[in-house]
């Protein structure tokens, strides 16, 4: 067979849900795709690093189609260069489909992260790298183990950082441009990239009761990520961090309870570490997170800030769209327009062959 064709399947996300800021994190029903083809009958190409990208959907029009810029090519290239294989093989065709808004709390960037780190195993033949490992690749780019874990692993996980040895911490804290070097124009420095330590993070699943969906309500601006990681405060108050661990404490059990109880439910998603500082950079965040009740509207369960926003999560068993239309109005109260979509709980990265 000259040609060898496969799909990658990587879930968006959403962390926090609350409490569980850089813990919890929930893979949700819309899906980032790599549909790759490797041309075996080819021994040469004249694509930079033996890889075509084509990309459709969201972000169309800003994404780097050089594999070496593009996020999910250049995550791929680490782990190929981890591996001592310095390019993609010849002739490598990534398609990517991204349906995941970018910059809006959904996880978009882990999912290329995710996806990136699978297709370096796929396209590099290196099938001794489980899933575990290839969270260690994922933490060594993204630094927050919630979204890669969810998009990797799939459904409703928490997630943790393990005590290292010094000198593997120390390797986890190299600077982002050393793991993912900058673009050398398509010249191969030769330069290894530092491999992951063993076991940087582990996940545990959680059961979810299956009545509840997620609604997402999707502001039509961006919050990078970054962004909202600098407005929050370097050190916090004993109050506030035994508030959110009481909440933290009930989330997966409330979550997990069939049939739900919402009264419990919207106590777990309480959220004093990071919710409140990034209402700066989301207009009506607070008002909707206090305004928005399983009293004033039937169905909801609670409302979450999605990963670091501005998607705002309302858990719920029913009335979706009169809870989306509600968030949406108090959007609109600060000339915010938003799109909504009902999401359910996702499986993790799958690979099928064609
Ligand atoms: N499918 C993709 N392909 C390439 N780059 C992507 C993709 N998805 C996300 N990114 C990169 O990640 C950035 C968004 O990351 P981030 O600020 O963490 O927001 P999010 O909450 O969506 O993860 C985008 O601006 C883009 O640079
Ligand atoms: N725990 C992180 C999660 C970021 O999620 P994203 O989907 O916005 O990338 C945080 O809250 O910063």
Known sequence: MTQEKFIIKTPCSSANIGPGFDVIGLALSMYLELHVTIDRSKTTSTEPLNCRITYEGQ?????????EVNLITRVALYVLRCHDQRQFPVETHVHVKNPIPL?????????????GVRLGKEVGGLHHLDDDRLFDFCLMVERHPDNVGA???GGFVGTYLQPLKPEDAARTEIPLAEVLPAPAGGVD???KPPEPPVGIGRHIKFPWAPEIKAVAIIPQFEVPTAKAREVLPAEYSRSDVTFNLQRIALLPVALGQSPPNPDLIFLAMQDKL?????QTLIPGLTEIVESMTPQTQPGLLGVCLSGAGPTILALATSNFETIAENIMARFKKNNITCTWQVLEPAEGTTVTRL
């Not at 990071?274 to 990034?278: A, C, I, T, V």
């Open 189 to 191: 420095t030769g330069v």
């Open 59 to 67: 972000g169309e029009e800003g994404i780097s189609l050089d594999p």
């Open 274 to 278: 990071h919710q409140p500082y990034r």
């Open 103 to 115: 910059g809006r709390g959904l996880g978009s960037s882990g999912a290329a992260v995710v996806a």
């Open 151 to 153: 998009a990797l692993f």
